[in-house]
């Protein structure tokens, strides 16, 4: 960061040219002045813009709702019993106290300690020094098998539970989501048809969900349904606005949930400053007495349906304190049937704990160990040790779904910090965790079993000290297997048995130069990652980018990789950060992934035979946004790209005949 | 209308606007561009914009429109600064070291995904507040926050895999 620093100041800007913009403003006032006519659009779309942004920036904050009883708009569903590691709350008093005595030891003489992340940097010489315990369980027991998207499309982490994307389909309708618009498109003819469009008020930045004739768009602060029962005249119909950021939502059939985070509210702190006789303990003596005096209102978040009264989500009573030291902040998970917003479910939680896996049947949160890692996580994060504002364990909280709602099931705390959701996963009542190193651990990571006994969730079995100085930089779960790609600057990938949850055994590494971001099974055979390493540049030498891998997995304990494709040096491969830029075909055994390089995007197509990759690159976009692009694939082995301005199919047709390529 | 408050704001702002439209993406004689255009557009409205939290909104939000809207057409004659003539521009530095400047810039920030970039060049290097920077984006303030911590930590991935692979880190 601090490069970027310096080249801030390092940019040469000039004297501003303050006559040269007056005289240009003053001869585009005189222009405007002319026939009211031709200008009065422009007079009076300004005028809208500066007023909009005059009242909207009073918006953050405000003190909403004071009290705690939520209006007729929400809830409806039944309210989850909380016990042990969570209580609930009894009375709005009693959890705003929850909330002010937290606060109190949060804040410091700046406001709320550890504003900015704390990003370790890396140093000194890599030293592995692997304990590797090779286990004598028979490896055809811990298999690789093969992920697809979900049937909406979407490449998912979890098979049966839908993901929010910008295009979804139903394999004959394809709904793109982009700048406030939903487009309908046929996609059953021979050429991609674009069917409808329907605006939608409200901020570009949104993905959908698609159950039955409904889509559902979700926001970073809202939500809004759309009746598509006629692609051709899609409905808007029930939107709600929310005070909080959604970071999540999941889907299962047609029930909907979204995780929704309330962060430390934003206070008017007073800072230490030595000319006006504010010390230290003053100026923490004031903050504290501000988080004394908060509402309710700032701590949890609120709703409003079709821009009506704004209601508290939760009632107070019904919000969960954690019993044990958790992150401050709130956590609410609203439920609901995509036909029927407004009839809401919601569970919530004192503490923030927005790392959201979930399997078939249960919603699982972690709380994040460092300050500023979101519920998103962060798939190649590369602190050495995850920083901790807490105190180096996760806490995780097993919601069981239950409709549209939820139940809670329990909680368990583990040392060690979940970096993602990609670092849990749930089979057959047995949470498998990865974890990574915090201040309170072991140089190493690990794998840790855990299974719930009553309302608690206690580790079963462990595997510890995996690669000591190394970060996980992508996981991937079987039923009875794990594997696991840690990185320094060689890429050791793990394969993990599973089978025994009690007795979590390492079968094999592979030792190669880059890491890969992002793994994907294509069977049990194979598998396919795709990363970052040394590719080779001009002049002989070599450099760096993103680079796709091949690795036979039949034998677990000793993985091979088969074959590997470079891309371009400083190229990226868009999976590593979005696993939604990428599609398996298997029946022409075929994958599709976005590379990017700069603002230029090609879509690499894959082909795989006899334990050969080959590679070719189709262009999909340029100049705008290249984390945009998506490849949904249909039955019949088809592709649809789908990018900014548009949607077509992508012929993956193999090449015939002598080196038949396609054109670009 | 006061054109010595306008004309002082402008100096003050300029140097903050260019070095923010770079990080945003462009060129050093399009920024130059891009912050002149925005503060003719702020003149036009100055009446309107009074309280200084707004202020600080509304231009940078016009910056990152500006900018957005020159890299999806070619920068249109009818933007007010083109109507200077090449020669006129004062070049009061090395051609040579902005391009070197601007590029590695570009090449740090190639990374992040738009909005993560925006919100980073915003809240973290112009230093608006976590109200100024929503209301720039026309995002919620939770989500400045999220996104903010998103792109730095993408950021110091890129950084620290430049200082182990020996890529140039600049």
Known sequence: MTDLERLWDDVPVGPAPTDRILRAARREQRAWRRPLLRSSGTVLALGALAAAFVAGTSVTGGPGGRGGTPGAGGGGGDVAEFSGALVAAGSCEALLEHYVAAGQELVGPWGWEQQWPVMARAGGAALRDLTLQRGGFAADQAKVTRATSSDTGTNVQEAGVD???????????????????????????????????????????????????????????????????????????????????????????????????????????????????????EAQRRNRALVADTTIADWLPRASVDRGPEEQLSDCADVAIPSTTAPLGTTTVLGFGADDVAAWDVTAIAADASTTYSSTDHLYLATSSGWGWDGWGCATCTSRVVPTAGDGTTQVFDLELDGTGTRYAGAGRVDGAVRDRWAMDEVDGVLRLALSPTSETGRGNAVVTLRRDGDELLEVGRLDDIAPGEDITAVRWFDDLAVLVTFRQVDPLHTIDLSEPATPAMLGELKIPGFSSYLHPLGERRLLGVGEGPVPARGGRTSWGAQAGLFDVTDLTDVRRLDTVDYAPGSRAGVASDPRQLAWLPGIRTVVTVVAHGRTGHVSVLRLADGRMSNELVLAERGSDVDAVRLVPLAGDRVVLVTEDDASYLDVRPPSGPRDRATD | MDETEFAAYADEAWPTLVRAAVFLGCTLPDAEDAAQATLVKCFRSWTKVTGADNREAYVYRMLVNTVRDSHRRPW??????????????QRSHDPHVAVEVTDAVHRALSGLSKVNRDVVVLRYFVQLTEAQTAAALDVAPGTVKSRLSRALAQLATDHHLADLTGRTSS
């Open chain 2, 76 to 89: 249109r004659r009818e933007r007010s600064s083109a109507d200077v003539p090449e020669h006129d521009r």
């Open chain 1, 163 to 281: 993901e929010p994307d910008l295009v979804k389909t139903d394999g004959e309708v394809l709904y793109r989501y982009a700048d406030g618009r939903l487009t309908s498109y046929d996609v059953t003819g021979p050429e991609v048809e674009r069917i409808g469009s329907v605006a939608l008020a409200g901020t570009a930045d949104a993905e959908i969900l698609l159950a039955g004739d409904t889509v559902v768009v979700v926001g970073d602060d809202r939500v809004q349904t759309v009746d598509v029962s006629d692609p051709a005249a899609m409905e808007p119909r029930t939107r709600v606005d929310l005070t909080s950021p959604v970071v999540t939502a999941r889907q299962h059939g047609d029930d909907l949930r979204l995780v929704i985070s309330t962060g430390l509210p934003e206070l008017d702190f007073v800072q230490p400053n030595r000319r006006r006789g504010v010390t230290t303990a």
